[in-house]
């Protein structure tokens, strides 16, 4: 299984980005897909998850801004990020907790890192 992230730019403050993470290989079913960012100097943290089921989770910082989707016939999970702000640079990156076959165990997948530039 590996994770392809995409979309990463540099912004304007208040502009919009749209982060695309593609999954490929072999999956029987997602348990939950997320993005997290790192900035300089900083810990790692999520930003946003989605279940199997729909439910989602979004960081203080980023609720009304950011949307999580996804799209199971593409595989892909998405975030779309308004209203962004310079304490949103940061890398971003993509993770899924899969389960590859029916009598496998879930596993985590980290995709690599997209970067977010916001600056005026």
């Known amino acids: 299984v590996q994770l392809q992230a995409s979309g990463g730019g540099s912004v304007q403050p208040g502009g919009s980005l749209r982060l695309s993470c593609a999954v490929s290989?072999?999956?029987?079913?997602?348990?939950?897909m997320g993005w997290y960012r790192q900035a300089p100097g900083k810990q790692r943290e999520l930003v946003a998850s989605?279940?199997?089921?729909?439910?989602?989770y979004y960081a203080d910082s980023v609720k009304g801004r950011f949307t999580i989707s996804g799209d199971n016939a593409k595989n892909t999970v998405y975030l779309q990020m308004n209203s962004l702000k310079p304490e949103d640079t940061a890398v971003y990156y993509c993770?899924?907790?899969?389960?590859?076959?029916?009598?496998?165990?879930?596993?985590?997948?980290w995709g690599q890192g997209t970067l977010v530039t916001v600056s005026s």
């Open positions: 993770d899924a907790d899969i389960r590859t076959k029916f009598t496998a165990p879930i596993a985590h997948y």
């Open positions: 290989g072999t999956i029987f079913r997602f348990n939950a």
């Open positions: 989605l279940t199997g089921v729909g439910n989602t």
